[in-house]
Each structure stands twice: as structure tokens, then as C-alpha cells.
């Protein structure tokens, strides 16, 4: 038992770390389960092809916020790292984000991007294609009781999303092992934990998403829920994978300057869901330290 127990330390310390809730969500430290992270994190450092959905919509901005498509691109490259096939799928709104990150990282992926008006069929034929073992969804919307999608104000912003709430049904009909990242309850998969949930969230009957994940991660912010997967993939790797402290300055930079805003000031900054840069790098830095104290990786 105590070997089971050091063995899983590194993992707890991650999860104690990506679920700190620094914005004052009210779910991440109440709400979120070390079992999820664990297990989901194991499923898919033994997948082989994985979809990834990312975007979230800022409607007054047209374009979608910083959270989601960094985190996105930064498990992307990981995966890839490790011998992995990915697929990044999202709407009109973050295509530019992603595939401007994308060529920054070498993340040699597919962006394929869904109409607004996006069918089921069409859907159904991006699993068909690809066929993956894994689909995970990171900050991406998910539709709430009424059918419709919500910002965490309250705001319908359905006419801004490509519907892709679907995916996560389609693929666990078909046995595609689903993981999601959400920080808010409006995001796909948080359905998982929406009766517990709704008490601690402001319109949390409206917003919060029906559809449920088979492994949830709920983040303080949804990029490090990523960051965290990263951290626990290069642990059972033993190689480190997880972008140093200037990276993530650099690509920080490159999200605003490719239109990218903070999705609670909706201004283009150095910032992620209202959380300043200083806070972003000590939650990046103390996953590193986690990585390098397990890998014996010199400071």
C-alpha cells in the first residue's frame, strides 16, 4: 500500500495544483476527482489516435479566448511526442488561433474546422475518417438543459458555435474513450457533475452542460487542466513534454497578437480567464518542478 501510494504522489500533486481555483469559480476544489485524472490520464498515454476539441467564443470579440487553443496545442505536441496521431477540431472563431499556435509548435495535426451550421453526418464522418481511440475536449462549449450554449454570464452565444456537443455521444456509442477539461460548468463533458454542480455556479440551471465525459478534469483554468495532462504523460513517459517558462511567454504573445483575448476581460492580454501572467507561470513552474523532481531532471 504505501509503494501504491508513493507512486501515485507526483499524480496528486498535479491534480492538488491544476484544480487550485485562483478566479473563484466554486467548482474546481469542490467539485473535482483525482480517480478521473488518474485513470483518464492513463487511458490516453496508452491511445494512439486522438481528436481534440477546442474554442470557446467571445461573441463582442468575434474570436475565441486564450483559454482552451493554448492548452489545446501544448497536449497536441505532447501527444504527438509520444508517437501519437491528433485531429484538432473547432469553428470559424478559433481556427486562426490554433492554426497560428500550430505552426509555432510543429504540430504536424490536422485543424479541421466545422461550419456554424455543422450536421451530425458530417460529424459522424470526421470519427469514421480518423477513427480514434481517444477524444478529448478542452474549454470547449456544451450545451446546456435547454439545448442552447451559454457563456458563464448567462449570454446565449449558440449562434457563435459550431454545434460539436454530439461528438462526445457519438464517440462513447462507439466506444471512443471521452476525457474533458472545463473550469466553469458550461463547457462539454462537465455534465458529468451537473446536479452537484449547479449549486455552486451563477446560472448554473442554465448554463451548465448535459453532456458528460468519461473521465473529468475540472481546472481552476482549462489550459492548465492540459498543462496537467502534459505533466502526468511525461511522468509515465519519463520524458519531460511540458513547455519551460519562456515558451509559455512566447506563446502567450503570439495567442494575443493572433487575436486571441482573456476570456473574463475580452481584452487581447497577457492574461487567461482574468488570472494574471504571474499566477499562470507559478502553476506552469511548480508542474515542472513536480516533472523534474520525478525524472531527476537538473534545475
Same mark, same amino acid.
Given at each position: 500500500?504505501?509503494? #501504491? ?9 498535479? +491534480? ?11 467548482? $474546481?476544489?469542490?467539485?473535482? $476527482? ?5 485513470? *483518464?490520464?492513463? $487511458? ?8 481534440? /476539441? ?8 468575434? %474570436?475565441? +479566448? ?18 501519437? +496521431?491528433? /485531429? ?8 486562426? /488561433? ?53 457563456? =458563464?454570464?448567462? +449570454? ?23 476525457? @474533458? ?6 463547457? #462539454? ?22 453532456? $458528460?465525459?468519461?473521465?473529468? &478534469?475540472? !481546472? ?7 498543462? *496537467? %495532462?502534459? !505533466?502526468?504523460?511525461? &511522468? ?17 504573445? @503570439? ?29 506552469? =513552474? ?14
Amino acid at each position: 500500500m504505501a509503494a #501504491m501510494v508513493l507512486k501515485e504522489k507526483p499524480f496528486r500533486e498535479i +491534480e492538488a495544483l491544476i484544480t487550485r481555483d485562483e478566479g473563484k469559480r466554486g467548482i $474546481s476544489d469542490r467539485l473535482n $476527482s483525482y480517480e478521473d485524472y488518474y485513470q *483518464g490520464l492513463k $487511458s490516453l498515454y496508452n491511445g494512439k489516435k486522438v481528436v481534440l /476539441l477546442t474554442g470557446f467564443t467571445i461573441p463582442q470579440c468575434q %474570436i475565441g +479566448e486564450s483559454d482552451g487553443p493554448l492548452g489545446t496545442i501544448i497536449l497536441a505536441k505532447a501527444l504527438e511526442d509520444l508517437g501519437k +496521431e491528433v /485531429l484538432i477540431v473547432t469553428d470559424r472563431y478559433s481556427e486562426i /488561433l490554433l492554426k497560428g499556435l500550430k505552426r509555432i509548435k510543429d504540430v504536424h495535426g490536422d485543424v479541421y474546422t466545422v461550419p456554424l451550421n455543422v450536421n451530425q453526418k458530417e460529424l459522424q464522418k470526421i470519427l469514421e475518417d480518423f477513427k480514434p481511440s481517444h477524444l478529448v475536449a478542452i474549454e470547449r462549449p456544451g450545451r446546456g438543459a435547454n439545448g442552447r450554449y451559454h457563456s =458563464m454570464r448567462g +449570454e446565449d452565444i449558440t449562434d457563435y458555435v459550431g454545434d460539436l456537443d454530439p461528438l462526445m455521444d457519438m464517440a462513447k456509442k462507439q466506444k471512443i474513450t471521452t476525457l @474533458a477539461v472545463g473550469d466553469g460548468g458550461n463547457e #462539454m463533458g462537465m455534465g458529468k457533475v451537473r446536479e452537484a454542480g449547479i449549486p455552486y455556479v451563477a446560472n448554473g440551471e442554465k448554463i451548465f452542460a448535459t453532456s $458528460s465525459a468519461d473521465y473529468l &478534469i475540472i !481546472a481552476g483554468v482549462s489550459n492548465w487542466g492540459a498543462y *496537467g %495532462i502534459v !505533466a502526468g504523460l511525461s &511522468i509515465l513517459s519519463a520524458l519531460d513534454l511540458l513547455q519551460g517558462e519562456k515558451e509559455e511567454v512566447r506563446l502567450l504573445r @503570439a495567442l494575443s497578437d493572433l487575436g486571441g483575448v482573456d476570456g473574463c476581460s475580452k481584452v487581447r492580454a497577457m492574461t487567461v480567464d482574468g488570472i494574471s501572467l504571474g499566477i499562470n507561470l507559478n502553476i506552469l =513552474m511548480a508542474l515542472k518542478n513536480i516533472i523534474r523532481k520525478n525524472l531527476s531532471i537538473p534545475g
